[in-house]
């Protein structure tokens, strides 16, 4: 009988050790899980995740906004709907997206540079607004781009310049507070918009001769490099996909 009791009490003294630390663990284990909550719309990195779900749902932004693949610098920057860069090899990157409040991707360099840059677009479906090369300087911070195919609206139109036997209207804008690649800030953008340019033809963009334009007549002269790529632009919901190389 006493051995059967000391058997007993031993048994639950085992089992209450047991459920303390039990509890001690899932209560380990739940801080471990716990995930920042980080609000859609804010830029990092050059890239937005905006999930559409409830902010009372943890949620991460997504790491892969930009980075290099086999030498080659790439950057995704997305606001809204959904969007995705895939690599070929070399120069060769896809983009697919759709009802995109905003997407800017491509594949190129950093830094970039007055460079000759050669591309290909292979194909090109959907809506969109902009092909060509895009890229940022700072100090001053600048956001550039040459398009190739599409437009970029503008509200001062600067001068017109004709390279590569291409005629571009240079113009520019001022964005107060907008999302930039150090974080929301005032900047200027050089704007040369031709967009005459046709699916599956090898084409070259001296842009030494746009930057010389930009710096000249600009006003606001023209940073130091920061990265130069072959970029997609859709904005206002739009849906489409690329396949372009660049070189």
């Known amino acids: ?32 899980n716990e995930e920042e909550i980080v609000s859609s719309g804010n830029r990092v990195s050059g890239y937005v995740d905006s999930l559409g779900k409830s902010i009372a749902a943890p949620q991460k932004l997504k790491e892969n906004d930009q980075g290099t693949y086999n030498g080659w610098f790439w950057s995704l920057y997305r606001e809204g709907g959904s969007g995705s860069l895939t690599h070929g090899s070399g120069g060769n990157f896809a983009i697919s997206y759709s009802n995109c409040r905003d997407i800017v991707g491509g594949k190129g360099w950093n830094p970039g540079a007055a460079r ?28 550039y781009y040459v398009s190739e195919f599409g437009s970029i609206p503008g509200s001062t139109q600067v001068n017109t310049v004709t390279i590569d036997g291409r005629t571009y209207r240079f113009i520019k804008n001022q964005r107060v507070n907008a999302p930039s690649i150090i974080g929301t800030a005032t900047f200027w953008q050089y704007i040369d918009n031709w967009g005459g340019s046709s699916r599956g033809t090898n084409r070259s963009i001296n842009m030494s001769a746009h930057i010389n334009n930009w710096r000249s007549r600009g006003g606001q002269g023209f940073g130091s490099y920061d990265y130069q790529i072959l970029a997609l632009e859709a904005f206002n919901y739009k849906s489409g996909s690329i396949n372009a190389t660049v070189w």
Request: net charge positive; charged share 10%.
């Open 1 to 32: 009988m006493q051995k059967n009791q000391f058997s007993s009490k031993f048994s639950h003294a085992t089992l209450l050790l047991v459920l303390i630390l039990g509890c001690g663990i899932m209560s380990s284990c739940q801080k471990s």
């Open 116 to 143: 000759t840059i050669n591309y290909n677009v292979g194909s090109l479906t959907g809506a969109f607004d902009f092909v060509g090369v895009y890229g940022w300087t700072r100090s001053p911070l600048i956001e």
